[in-house]
């Protein structure tokens, strides 16, 4: 039997996978979860006992959340990225590591087809393949839901039909999740809308009195939260998420224009990414300069995009990396949020680094750093240009 490692989450689109690569196609099944965040061990238990229900072959947990972290979260949280202004990437940044992982493990135990549950009108199916084109040129890649082109309802119906057990009412949902956030997606977000309903979202709202924390960066990374310093960022993340989840702070349906060129709608919940993401903005307001704050910009949107459209294996992309990072030095410093339901609120900062300093004056009161004659100067001068195109160009006699 010819294997295929499949990556594997446990849910509708993967379970059918499995299913059908081994009954249907006469695959020796290698089911692997790539966790890049996000799954308890009960959860992880509950993957594992259903995948191995299905008569596979093997099934295992590769641990990335750290490398993801590394190679990817901190990159997005130094350029601040947020796609469309909305989306801070939960879903298209963990499928690179987890399609870098399949890839690896496939050369690993030498299977010469990898699996996916893409469809065929969405991301995902372009983040992988291009992927494992890269790594694994000379593999095979199997996706049965998009050669099939199947429905979700589809998929029940087959899986019914071979006795798997599942919450089928769950399933209507398409949940991926990661440290970074978690996507949503179901029949509301097929249309523009519909918006999904409570029941739809992983994390119920149960926090209803607002509660202030502190977010405390070192060089553009979150380390401590509340006072307490962690030695991972992840841990500092999952004590966010901890924290504002529960308000239900994170939820939001991104609309953006799909790689294959196609508009999409995605839910996703993501409380610690967004308020880490602007926690941090404000920290940089505070500590950069204005051209630094400018070309970071710039920089980013573009690293956000090029990431969210799969090309992260892009030598640019190293670039990129090097210039976000050379920008976070002097970003170091603690803000304080107001978490409360639905929403949360940037309170202040603290920083050695603050450029906002007292010594030089107060904007708007007083300065100490030039007189009043100084700028009578600075801004004739700075006004030169445009007073002189209107004197030359004026229509007036």
């Known amino acids: 039997m010819k294997k295929v490692v499949l990556a594997y989450s446990g849910g509708l689109d993967t379970t059918f996978c499995a299913l059908h690569l081994s009954k249907e196609l006469g695959y020796e099944v290698h089911a692997v979860l790539v966790n890049t965040g996000g799954f308890s061990e009960e959860e992880l238990t509950t993957i594992q006992n259903r995948a191995e229900n299905l008569g596979i072959a093997s099934f295992k ?12 979260i901190k990159f997005l949280v130094f350029g601040n990225v947020l796609k469309n202004q909305t989306y801070p990437l939960s879903v298209s940044a963990e499928r690179i590591l ?30 992988f393949d291009m992927i494992f084109q890269t790594i694994v040129p000379d593999i095979e890649i199997i996706t049965p839901i998009r050669d099939l082109k199947l429905s979700r309802q589809e998929e029940i119906e087959y899986l019914k039909k071979h006795g798997v057990s599942m919450n089928f009412e769950k399933a209507a949902y398409s949940i991926n999740k990661g440290i970074w956030g978690t996507s949503v997606g179901g029949k509301e977000t097929l249309t523009s809308s519909d918006y999904l309903p409570e029941s739809a979202w992983p994390v119920q709202v149960t926090e209803t ?19 307490k310093i962690y030695e991972k960022s992840t841990d500092a993340i999952l004590e966010v998420q901890e924290l504002a989840a529960p308000f239900g702070i994170g939820r939001d349906i991104h609309v953006g224009d799909t790689i294959i060129g196609i508009k999409g709608r995605v839910g ?16 940089e307001k505070h500590t950069l300069t204005k051209w630094q704050m400018f070309w970071k910009n710039q920089q980013a949107e573009f690293y956000g995009n090029h990431l969210h459209e799969g090309h992260y294996l892009d030598p640019v992309m190293r670039n990129l990396e090097a210039f976000l990072q050379s920008t976070q030095e002097y970003v170091s410093g603690t803000v304080k949020v107001l978490l409360q339901p639905y929403r ?19 904007y708007g009161e007083m300065n100490k750093g030039y007189t009043a004659e100084d700028v009578k100067g600075f801004t004739r001068i700075l006004g030169n240009q445009t007073a002189i195109f209107h004197k030359v160009n004026s229509k007036d006699d």
Do not use: C, W
């Not at 030498?110 to 996916?116: F, L, R, T």
């Open 61 to 72: 947990v590769l641990d990335v959340v750290e490398t993801y972290y590394q190679e990817v």
């Open 98 to 127: 987890q399609a870098k992982s399949l890839a690896e493990y496939a050369k690993s135990i030498g299977a010469k087809s990898v699996a996916h549950g893409s469809t065929g009108a969405g991301n995902d199916q372009v983040r």
């Open 344 to 362: 949360f609120t940037l309170l202040g900062i603290t920083s050695d680094h603050d450029l906002m300093s007292a010594k030089f004056g107060s």
């Open 209 to 227: 009195e607002a509660k202030e924390i502190t977010l405390t960066f070192e060089a553009g990374e979150l380390k401590g939260v509340n006072g």
């Open 268 to 283: 996703f919940e993501a409380a610690a990414p967004l308020v880490i993401i602007k926690g941090h903005q404000l920290l």
